[in-house]
């Protein structure tokens, strides 16, 4: 699962009471739907050990670890019959082109007025767009928020430097967070962006997130020439400096047709980063069907994880993401060795290992703008991510729940396997962090099935635990009960969906 947007506690507390009333429901029934053999937790342990161990280095996207974790997925969806699907470059890859940078390190000199302002070290932090940047008197202006009430860029940045503030703008709806705005900036022709720190969020973790590798789609636009962090108190004596009062300038910055201040201050830079392009891979395989109908079932779920996450010196570096994901694919691999043994189904049947969710649902955005299967062909996609969250008897939620038909077939399957639903809503909190959002982006129905976003307290407990850290081992202590529940579950909406008397198709 993707931690782009973060949830808010205040969430969580409405959501476990709202969850705590639907759990008191009847308990489930035990019912045999279909002929499928059960999907056992012992099924899903045996790959999540061996997806999540030290050998497979945390999964991270261009390392060996990416290697063991396709010749596995590939292997094993060989044995339950999938075969390749005409199109992809590779049979059963899809190669995904990403440009990887890492700051070196990198120097800022201001000149106010003429005379050099002497910045203290800890107070900006930069990073390059190539491997080598060199900027010489490059004019500031500072932008306020970057853009309008439209959501427009609000001033000439061409060639300058644009210092802008974190927080989201105080006027509008639905305007860009800062991230979206920098890149604005940058396309806008600014040659320098900093950003000035915001007490919401630590210096340090902004000085990490700049220090830290950054993976993007190589289609995908670069950023300015050089940006960064400024400090808030850097920023204040900057203004100062340059005959502003910094209170001031944030004030009138504050009006929806603020069109930005140039300041009388010129900055040089200078910024080293190693730069590296290399392709990483979706993983794409078909059931074909018995009765296909142009209509088809789209099974995804991310391979991908942190890989090395801990600093040197830890015992334990390797981030394993035995919950998130190696949970949602062992799913995928028992649900695929399901539909490949029993009958067959009408419609073909496609199984999607993406990589690069953890960097922004990268991998599954690629291949949505380059679909080896027609989009419009996908009647449903169904994401399977950080399903070992729940023990067995936990109600089924869904994200991406509102389309009445879809609804109703996902209630009618889970009812006939004896799980309860818990249809309050309140899992599409977690709709934008996960594989499923870039497909429903493109118009693809996409739904994430299961107990795993349905008891907020369990999942609250593994979000502020072990998620996303060294501890999301393999262990015997992880519930597979739920997960295991889940994959029956997904055995069941696959035959549902890709029945051609049972589902139109649309
Ligand atoms: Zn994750």
């Known amino acids: 699962m993707s931690c782009r947007a973060p949830m808010k506690a205040s969430f969580f507390r409405a959501a476990v009471a709202a969850v705590a009333l639907v759990a008191t ?76 940078t890492q700051a070196l390190g990198g ?82 022709g600014a040659s320098a962006v900093l950003v000035i720190a915001t007490d919401a969020v630590p210096w340090d973790a902004l000085r990490e997130s700049v220090g830290s590798k950054s993976m993007r789609l190589a289609s995908v636009k670069a950023g300015a020439p050089v940006s960064g962090f400024l400090s808030g108190n850097a920023a204040d004596a900057l203004f100062k400096a340059a005959g502003q009062d910094g209170a001031a300038l944030r004030e009138a910055a504050a009006s929806a047709d603020y069109r930005g201040m140039a300041l009388p201050v010129a900055a040089d830079f200078t910024a080293e980063s190693t730069v590296r392009a290399f392709a990483s891979h979706n993983i794409i395989a078909k ?65 999607l290992a993406t990589t690069a969710e953890e960097k922004g649902l990268l991998g599954a955005r690629w291949f949505a703008d380059h679909p080896v299967v027609p989009l419009g062909d996908i009647t449903v996609a169904l994401n399977v991510d950080t399903i070992a969250i729940s023990p067995r008897g936990t109600p089924v939620a869904t994200i991406g729940r509102g389309k009445p038909a879809y609804d109703a077939l996902v209630r009618e399957v889970a009812t006939r396997l004896g799980r309860t639903l818990d249809e309050d809503g309140e899992a599409d909190a977690f709709i ?47 519930p597979l009960g739920g997960a295991a529940e889940d994959a029956d579950l997904h055995v069941a909406l696959g035959r549902a969906f890709a029945d051609t008397k049972r589902w139109p198709g649309k």
Not at 62 to 91: C, F, N
Not at 127 to 145: E, H, I
Not at 289 to 317: I, Q, S
Not at 448 to 463: I, P, R, Y
């Open 432 to 478: 934008q962090r996960q594989d499923g959002w870039a497909l429903g982006a493109k118009g693809v129905t996409s739904l994430m099935v299961g107990g795993s976003f349905s008891d907020m307290k369990l999942l609250e407990a593994f979000l502020s635990g072990d998620y996303h850290r060294a501890a999301d081992n393999f262990s015997d202590k992880i």
């Open 107 to 188: 120097t800022a000199t201001f000149n106010v007025n003429g005379r050099n302002f002497p910045l203290d070290d800890d107070s900006i932090v930069l990073t390059g767009r190539d491997a080598s940047v060199s900027l010489a008197g490059v004019p500031a202006v500072f932008v306020g928020y970057g853009i309008d009430s439209t959501g427009q860029v609000n001033a000439d940045v061409r060639g300058k430097l644009a210092i802008m503030l974190f927080d989201n703008a105080p006027f509008g709806d639905r305007l860009p967070r800062y991230r979206e705005r920098r890149q604005m900036l940058a396309d806008a």
């Open 287 to 351: 059931l074909p069907g018995a009765k296909p109908d142009g209509k088809a079932v789209l099974f995804l779920g991310h391979w991908d994880h942190l890989g090395l996450c801990a600093p040197e010196g830890e015992a334990d570096r390797i981030c394993n993401g035995a919950v998130d994901n190696a949970s949602g694919i062992a799913v995928l691999i028992e649900v695929a060795k399901r539909l490949g043994k029993g009958p067959r189904p009408d419609r073909d049947i496609y199984f």
């Open 25 to 100: 429901s009847a308990p489930a029934q035990a019912a045999s739907a279909t002929a499928d053999a059960p999907v056992t937790e012992a099924d899903l342990a045996a790959h999540m050990k061996i997806l999540a161990g030290d050998a497979f280095e945390g999964r991270a996207p261009g390392t060996d670890g990416e290697d063991r974790t396709i010749a596995y997925i590939v292997g094993e969806w060989a044995k339950a019959g999938l075969e390749a699907v005409p199109g992809s470059a590779t049979p059963w890859l899809q190669p995904v082109p990403f440009i990887e």
